[in-house]
C-alpha cells in the first residue's frame, strides 16, 4: 500500500505564500497521479490540483488557477502545493490525495493552512 505523509501547513497572512508537502512511501510503483484536495469548516471537501504520475499533466480547480502550483521533482515521490497571494477563503484543512493503479486512492492526514485577513 501507499502511505503518504503531508507537512508544511501553518498560519499566514492574506497575500502571502505557502508550501505543502506530501511525501509518498510504500508500493509508489503503483501510483497514477497525486494531489490536494481541501475543507473548509461547514463545507465538502474540494479538488484544489493534481499531476499525472506519467506525463505530469497537472489539473487545477478554477479558484486557484495562476495562484497554487503543484509540482514534483523527478527524484522524489513527492508532491508540493505552491501556494501564493493566499485569500482567507483559501482557509482549510489541505488532504493529499494519491490515486494508484487498479482505482485505489489513499489520503494523507490533512494540514490545517489559515490565512488572516
Known amino acids: 500500500q501507499v502511505q503518504l505523509v503531508e507537512s508544511g501547513g501553518g498560519l499566514v497572512q492574506a497575500g502571502g505564500s505557502l508550501r505543502l508537502s506530501c511525501a509518498a512511501s510504500?508500493?509508489?510503483?503503483?501510483?497514477?497521479?497525486m494531489g490536494w484536495y481541501r475543507q473548509a469548516p461547514g463545507k465538502e471537501r474540494e479538488f484544489v490540483a493534481n499531476m499525472r504520475w506519467s506525463g505530469g499533466t497537472t489539473y487545477y480547480a478554477d479558484s486557484v488557477k495562476g495562484r497554487f502550483s503543484i509540482s514534483r521533482p523527478r527524484t522524489l515521490n513527492t508532491v508540493y502545493l505552491q501556494m501564493q497571494n493566499l485569500k482567507a477563503e483559501d482557509t482549510a484543512v489541505y488532504y493529499c490525495?494519491?490515486?494508484?493503479?487498479?482505482?485505489?486512492?489513499?489520503w494523507g492526514q490533512g494540514t490545517q493552512v489559515t490565512v488572516s485577513s
Open positions: 510504500g508500493r509508489t510503483v503503483s501510483l497514477y497521479a
Open positions: 490525495k494519491a490515486d494508484v493503479v487498479g482505482g485505489q486512492e489513499r
